[in-house]
C-alpha cells in the first residue's frame, strides 16, 4: 500500500525533541525513495502509451498524489531532525555528546559541521569584530536577579541601575542577571544554584 512507509516515518519524526533524537532510518527513508521511483516509472509508462484512457489517466493521478505524498513526508522528516540538530549546536556548543552523534547521519553530521562553522564566523563578526557567543544564555531566564559568590577581588562596580558594589573574593551577592552575565564569562563572578 502506497504512502504507508511515508507514515511511519512521520510517526517516527514526531518522537524528535531537544532531548532525543532516534537514530536516522536510513533503510524507510530509501524503501520511499523506491516506491517513488517504482510510482514514477509506472506513471511514465501509462503516461506515453495509455494516452486518452479515462481510467490510466485516473491511475496516474493517484500515483503521483501518493508520489506527492512520500515526499512531503520526506522532507518534513528531515526538516524535523535539521532543526533539532540545530537545536543541539546551541544547546551542546560544536561538540556533541557522543550519545547523540551516533544517533546522525553523514549527511546530517556534514550539515552539522557546517552549520556550527558559519554561527561560529557570525558570532566572530558581531561586536565591532570583537566576537560575541550569542549561544550563552539563549533560554530566557527564570528570575531576573541571580546569587552570585565571588571568585576573585574585583573592588567597585557599578551596575546599571547606578549602584556601586565592591565585589570580594568569597562574598555573596544578589544582583540583575544582566549585570553579572559577563563578570561570570571573566571568571570574577561564580552563579550560585
Known amino acids: 500500500m502506497f504512502g504507508s512507509k511515508a507514515l511511519s516515518l512521520m510517526k517516527e519524526s514526531s518522537r524528535n525533541t531537544s532531548d532525543f533524537l532516534p537514530p536516522y532510518n536510513e533503510q524507510l527513508v530509501q524503501e ?43 522532507l518534513t522528516y528531515h526538516h524535523s531532525r535539521l532543526q533539532v540538530i540545530k537545536e543541539f549546536r546551541w544547546q551542546f556548543g ?28 557570525y558570532m566572530n563578526r558581531l561586536n565591532s569584530g570583537q566576537g560575541m557567543d550569542l549561544t550563552i544564555g539563549y533560554k530566557p531566564p527564570k528570575s531576573r536577579f541571580v546569587k552570585v559568590r565571588g571568585v576573585k ?36 563572578l561564580e552563579q550560585i544554584d
Open 32 to 74: 520511499i525513495l523506491e516506491e517513488m521511483s517504482t510510482l514514477f516509472d509506472e506513471n511514465k509508462r501509462d503516461a506515453e502509451f495509455g494516452e486518452g484512457n479515462e481510467d490510466v489517466m485516473a491511475c496516474i493521478q493517484v500515483r503521483h498524489a501518493a508520489l506527492l505524498w512520500d515526499k512531503m513526508c520526506l
Open 94 to 121: 560544536q561538540d556533541l555528546p557522543e550519545s547523540i552523534a551516533i544517533n546522525l547521519s553523514a549527511e546530517e553530521r556534514t550539515w552539522f559541521n557546517k552549520y556550527s562553522a558559519n554561527l561560529g564566523l
Open 153 to 188: 577581588d574585583f573592588g567597585e562596580h557599578e551596575l546599571d541601575d547606578g549602584t556601586v558594589v565592591v565585589l570580594n573574593q568569597g562574598s555573596t551577592y544578589f544582583l540583575p542577571r544582566s549585570d553579572c552575565e559577563k563578570l561570570i564569562q571573566q571568571g570574577v
